[in-house]
């Protein structure tokens, strides 16, 4: 009973101390109203949705930074990025839906104050919102393309985004290619490197790496914030007011929020997350049905695929999985083609046949197995295992998604040849392709599927 009570009386204080250090900071935010005067909103659907904004303060940032960075030249007053988050209702789960910025919209009908008289509307980009109406046309042209109720605004810029990289700690992010791009100067090395906040701005900003242009940032995006969350939940810096007070501080330093997104917020917010892994954050990107849609006086434009996309935020008002919604796709997308991943099958169980049954449904999928599966050393295996040599763990990455729930176990001078072992959990193997870079919806992922292997 001492002990119990003790904890309880900790516990009370720190939450006292949390909601203390969050309420100081509460009048550092600037506040913005980004849904004055809207009429005819969306119904609110469960849990909260946040539309979070990246914008270019390159003007914020000093002159060396600038230079640094690659950040010259004037600001254009837009979004760079743009995402929905959905957290369910249990705080359980994060949904992110990422919109690409040369969206086709069209901006809502308006009448002019001084005559009285309705001007309809006309077709942008949907980054150049901001530019023409600031928050609130940005809202009202997400709220008629998506139909979700926006609860919350926050607008992040570039300053802001860097700070709360350095107060993390940097962010872990992985490639198998080297990334270079000449117009923001990353120049990224092959492996995983842990960012700062000045190169991870340039990771995330980076649009001329390959073909897939802004779709290709977006998914680098997503990969960075699911790193981001994995660091900021996994660092114990949310079970730490004083380190949560850094973050948050330097979060809210240099970013605008509507009203209503104040202290109680950000600590229901920080409550969640303490018990967020990577498999609790999902992403992905509204699908597409045409790119590079001209429109005169306006330039390439990219059109949504409004069937998909309808059920995709059908998604969100619901407050449904996406992966599950949408079924986790009969085939997922990994980063290496099966056709290129060598395997040996053991079994690591008692069970007769497993061992082949496993080998021929991953022969199945694609994977050259040896066609030769052999007994494993211990055969009270519970959980199927995939062990691998570090330097091909994009290839264990991609063969661990074709074994739901498997575990990835890394084993220096193994080889090219992954290993194997069925456990007593095996069911099935999931059918996985290469991803494809230009495909026009790229389907949902889960945080534990992006972030760097551990």
Not at 300 to 328: C, E, I, N
Request: hydrophobic share 35%; with cysteine.
């Amino acid at each position: 009973m001492r002990a119990v009570t003790t904890l309880s009386v900790v516990v009370l204080a720190s939450a006292g101390i949390g909601h203390a250090v969050v309420s100081s900071l509460d009048a550092d935010i600037a506040r913005v109203d980004p849904f004055k005067d809207m009429k005819n909103r969306p119904q609110a659907g469960h849990g909260m949705n946040v539309l979070l904004v990246g914008t270019d303060g390159r003007d914020k940032i000093s002159v060396q930074e600038r230079h640094r960075y690659h950040l010259g030249g004037a600001p254009c007053h837009c979004t760079d990025t743009m995402m929905i988050v959905h957290i369910s209702a249990d705080r359980e789960r994060a949904s992110v839906v990422s919109l690409p910025r040369d969206s086709y919209v069209t901006t809502p009908e308006r009448v002019d104050e001084a005559g009285g008289k309705k001007e309809p509307g006309h077709p942008i980009k949907l980054n150049a919102a901001y530019a023409e109406g600031g928050p609130n046309l940005t809202v009202q042209i997400v709220e008629d393309m998506t139909h979700v109720k926006i609860d919350h605004y926050l607008e992040v810029d570039f300053t802001s985004f860097m700070r709360t990289v350095d107060v993390l700690g940097g962010v872990a992010v992985c490639t198998a290619v080297p990334l270079k791009d000449s117009y923001t100067g990353l120049d990224l090395p092959a492996g995983t490197r842990t960012l700062m906040g000045g190169q991870a701005l340039q990771y995330v900003r980076a649009r001329h790496l390959d073909g897939a242009s802004d779709l290709g940032r977006m998914k680098r995006q997503q990969r960075f914030l699911a790193a981001l969350i994995e660091r900021a939940t996994s660092s114990g810096i949310l079970l730490n007011p004083m380190k949560f007070r850094d973050v948050t501080r330097a979060v809210l330093g240099s970013v605008r929020a509507d009203k209503g997104f104040g202290t109680d917020e950000l600590l229901d917010l920080g409550r969640a997350m303490r018990n967020f892994s990577p498999s609790s954050s999902e992403f992905t990107t509204v699908p597409i049905g045409q790119m590079g849609y001209p429109v005169k006086d306006i330039g390439s434009t990219v059109k949504w695929d409004t069937a998909k996309a309808d059920r995709l935020f059908r998604s969100l008002r619901d407050d449904k999985p996406l992966a599950v919604q949408h079924g986790r796709p009969e085939t997922v997308q990994v980063d290496v083609d099966p056709r290129q991943i060598h395997v040996q099958v053991e079994n690591g169980t008692p069970k007769d046949g497993l061992g082949k049954r496993v080998d021929a449904a991953l022969a199945a999928t694609g994977f050259l197995t040896t066609r030769m599966p052999a007994a494993a050393a211990q055969r009270t295996v519970k959980r199927t295992v995939v062990e691998y040599d570090p330097r091909w763990d994009r290839s264990a990455k991609s063969l661990a998604a074709a074994l739901p729930g498997s575990e990835t176990r890394p084993v220096k001078g193994l080889g090219p040849m992954l290993k194997v072992i069925a456990g007593a959990d095996f069911k099935q193997v999931q059918k996985v392709r290469a991803e494809d870079p230009d495909q026009g919806e790229p389907g949902v992922v889960t945080g534990d599927q992006v972030t760097c292997p551990q």
